[in-house]
């Protein structure tokens, strides 16, 4: 949760009880664990993928094979002459 000490969690738990009341916090509180949770599961997928195109060489090259295919003109387009 980043540099949130354990007095900056009370008050911000005291202010959500202020707001919601003691029947829409825990609710609340469990909506927001499991965003946290959706967003962090996220954020390691996609780690684990760029991780492994990094690490991956082949993967490189089909990636730079497939970026050289999309800029090489097709027979369809005119070609710049000079």
Not at 13 to 30: A, I, M, N, Q
Not at 45 to 67: C, H, N, Y
Request: glycine share 10%.
């Amino acid at each position: 949760m980043g540099n949130l000490g354990g007095g900056e969690v009370l008050v911000i738990l005291l202010l959500g009880l202020l707001v919601l009341g003691p029947s829409k916090l825990p609710e609340v509180t469990r909506q927001v664990g499991r965003a946290l949770r959706e967003v962090r599961r996220a954020t390691r997928g996609f780690q684990e993928e760029l991780r492994a195109a990094v690490e991956d060489p082949a993967a490189e090259m089909e990636a730079r094979a497939r970026g050289d295919a999309l800029t090489r003109p097709t027979d369809d387009e005119p070609t710049e002459q000079a």
